[in-house]
Nanobody, 121 residues
């Protein structure tokens, strides 16, 4: 059984930082491209960024480029999202996702349950 479990969400003031983690089990983690999506209230779920199987390629959406960093540790079956300079517009539920063949995560094999990030002004 596959599980993607996010952690690290919470409430933070604008300008602050959070680090999300997504721990995977039940899959051969190093064979999956991984990524982070977010969904704000009343809005569609959108890609934040993604990282290739080896970690050698990383993509960020324009809205987070320069503020967020995605990394992975294949020995720990974990992908991370370091979020700096947070603004209230970053408030959303953040989801971890795994894709076996699509680096840009257009086709997702597995989703995490999500973790809430709330940024206060």
């Amino acid at each position: 059984q596959v599980h993607l479990v996010e952690s690290g969400g919470g409430l933070v003031q604008a300008g602050g930082s959070l680090r999300l983690s997504c721990s995977a089990s039940g899959i051969s983690f190093s064979t999956y491209h991984m990524g982070w999506f977010r969904q704000a209230p009343g809005k569609e779920r959108r890609l934040v960024g993604n990282i290739s199987r080896s970690g050698g390629s990383v993509y960020y959406s324009d809205s987070v480029k320069g503020r967020f960093t995605i990394s992975r540790d294949n020995a720990k079956n974990t992908v991370y999202l370091q979020m700096n300079s947070l603004t209230p517009e970053d408030t959303a539920v953040y989801y971890c996702a795994a894709a076996s063949s699509d680096y840009r995560l257009g086709s997702i094999n597995y989703w995490g349950q999500g973790t809430q990030v709330t940024v206060s002004s």
